[in-house]
Every structure is written in C-alpha cells, then in structure tokens.
Nanobody, 123 residues
Framework: QVQLVESGGGLVQVGGSLRLSCTAS????????MGWYRQAPGKQRELVAK???????DYAESVKGRFTVSRDIAKKTVDLQMNSLKSEDTAVYYC?????????????????WGQGTQVTVFA
C-alpha cells in the first residue's frame, strides 16, 4: 500500500502562483510514476502533469509553459509549481502514484490517490 498526502492548495489571484506538494509513504519503492490530476465541478478528472515511468514528463496542453512537475525519489515527493494561474485552473487537485509489484513477467500495477487539495483562482 502507498499513502499520498498533498499540501499547498489555497486561494490565489489570477496571474499568481502556487506550489503543490505530495509526499508518499508506505511501499514507496514500488512507485514507478507520480503526478497530478484535477477535477473541476461538473467535469471529469483530468491529467495535469506527471513524471512517467521513463522519467519523462507529460503535461496537459492547457498548462504547458505555466506548470512544472518534479519528482524527488529521496524525499518521496512530487511537486507541481503552478505559475500564471487562470480562473479555469480552479479545481480539486489530486496526487497520483502508480506502483508495480511482482516479477517482470507477472507484474501487477496499482494506482493510488491522495485526498485532494482545493485550488481556487479568483479575479
């Protein structure tokens, strides 16, 4: 099992910045990828940014150039630096971790979620 705890959400004005942080505990050695998703009211949860299994980064088109995701294995964290925030970035942001357990020929993938942190961008 992996537990994820987020921090750093809050209220920010349009054009401002926020930094979200997520710390993992438990079977952290099994984690192969970490990232952030968000869900706005009435919308589906969507990928914001992630550090993949291959240590590349994926970003939603809407946040490219404004958000930066980073992962620190030693600290067991994944952070999301959000700059030039827009009102449409308002959502609950969820930390996500993918873990793999078992031998290569029979690996099982698990997905874990944090409890979510609210980000509200106001004009």
């Amino acid at each position: 099992q992996v537990q994820l705890v987020e921090s750093g959400g809050g209220l920010v004005q349009v054009g401002g910045s926020l930094r979200l942080s997520c710390t993992a505990s438990g079977r952290t050695r099994s984690i192969v990828a970490m990232g952030w998703y968000r869900q706005a009211p009435g919308k589906q949860r969507e990928l914001v940014a992630k550090v993949t299994k291959d240590w590349t980064t994926d970003y939603a088109e809407s946040v490219k150039g404004r958000f930066t995701v980073s992962r620190d294995i030693a600290k067991k964290t994944v952070d999301l630096q959000m700059n030039s925030l827009k009102s449409e970035d308002t959502a609950v942001y969820y930390c996500n971790a993918e873990s793999e357990v078992g031998p290569v020929e029979r690996v099982v993938t698990y997905e874990y979620w944090g409890q979510g942190t609210q980000v509200t961008v106001f004009a």
